[in-house]
């Protein structure tokens, strides 16, 4: 099916986080067999290396955020929704955190829908932490498995291909996955061209 283009979007930010609905329908022999709902946004940004800065939809923003660990004291990393979700709202709400990274694993798909509704920029981190000997065969599988889930999501910006480690995932995984987002590696080594 056709469908019409989006000449003027209401663009997404921390400020505006402005989702759209799309529902998408399976039909055979003119019966829907299967739907899906899901959302998306418009927004683009860029890193200017010479500043140091990001800019989104045309304009330089300063990220005020932290690294969000997902595990809790006495629970591990077993922790229900609606702790990950109370947590994220008193970083958005009385911290006033526009950003997070979410270390050091990709997170339940809530973390990243609350970010896309309530204006969270997101770096998300593959599960490649430290020196860990992942076979590259399973780096990879967990990098596409990754950009693939969640690469609909406007607050995502960041593909982080590992941390503090000389094994990351290679860039050019990420790269051939997505080239609409920054890849990162955060205090690493060997991580690639990209």
Request: negative net charge; hydrophobic residues 35%; charged residues 30%.
């Given at each position: 099916q056709d469908f019409a283009p989006v000449l003027t979007p209401h663009l997404w930010s921390p400020a505006?986080?402005?989702?759209?609905r799309m529902v998408t329908d399976v039909r055979e022999r003119g019966t829907?067999?299967?739907e899906y709902e899901s959302t998306f946004g418009f927004r683009f940004f860029y890193w200017n290396k010479a500043e140091k800065r990001l800019y989104l939809n045309g304009s330089p923003i300063?990220?005020?955020?932290?690294?969000?660990?997902?595990?809790?004291?006495?629970?591990?990393?077993?922790v229900p929704v609606w702790m990950?979700?109370?947590?994220?709202?008193?970083?958005?709400?009385n911290m006033g955190f526009n950003f997070q990274r979410t270390a050091h694993y990709t997170q339940d798909p809530a973390v990243y829908d609350f970010c896309d509704r309530n204006g969270i920029i997101v770096?998300?981190?593959?599960?490649?932490?430290?020196?860990?000997?992942?076979?590259?065969?399973v780096q990879l599988q967990m990098m596409r498995e990754m950009i693939r889930r969640d690469r609909n999501h406007p607050s995502i910006f960041l593909w982080s291909?590992?941390?503090?480690t000389d094994h990351p995932a290679d860039s050019?995984?990420?790269?051939?996955?997505?080239k609409s987002r920054i890849i990162n590696l955060r205090r690493g080594t060997n991580g690639g061209s990209y």
């Open positions: 505006t986080p402005y989702l759209y829907v067999v299967d300063q990220l005020i955020g932290t690294n969000r660990h997902q595990d809790f004291p006495w629970l591990g990393d077993a990950q979700i109370r947590d994220l709202k008193d970083m958005r709400y770096a998300e981190e593959s599960p490649n932490i430290k020196d860990i000997e992942f076979g590259r065969d291909i590992g941390n503090e050019a995984w990420a790269w051939a996955e997505d």
